[in-house]
């Protein structure tokens, strides 16, 4: 069962994106990313609380992952700390968004 997968290796794919899913394999402890085509990570990577190593070289990574990435100093915890920091961030941001939304709609509704 996937669960228990320790090690994966997605080297050399040409992946953009990584599926929410891999926040499920919680028992991973080493992730090989080098050389595909991320600029981020899902939300879900911060459920992979046994990381030990997380390999993102040659990546494109967005420079707000980059800068983690380097002030982390090799701290696998530490990134997905600040990862989980900017994914609730962004949750804020779309409820606010959402809600400002609702809020027009209503006030419309109530002028007519």
Not at 74 to 98: H, N, P, S, T
């Amino acid at each position: 069962n996937l669960e228990s997968l320790q090690g994966l290796g997605l080297r050399n794919n040409q992946l953009t994106t990584l599926p929410e899913w891999i926040g499920n394999l919680t028992s991973l402890q080493t992730l090989q990313l080098r050389e595909n085509q991320l600029t981020t990570l899902p939300g879900s990577i911060d459920n992979l609380k046994s990381l030990e190593e997380l390999d993102l070289e040659g990546n494109p990574l967005n420079q707000e992952l980059k800068k983690i990435v380097k002030m982390a100093n090799g701290d696998i915890q530490f990134i997905l700390r600040k990862l989980r920091e900017i994914f609730e961030k962004e949750r804020l941001e779309v409820e606010k968004e959402e809600m400002e939304k609702r809020i027009k709609e209503r006030d419309q509704l109530l002028k007519s």
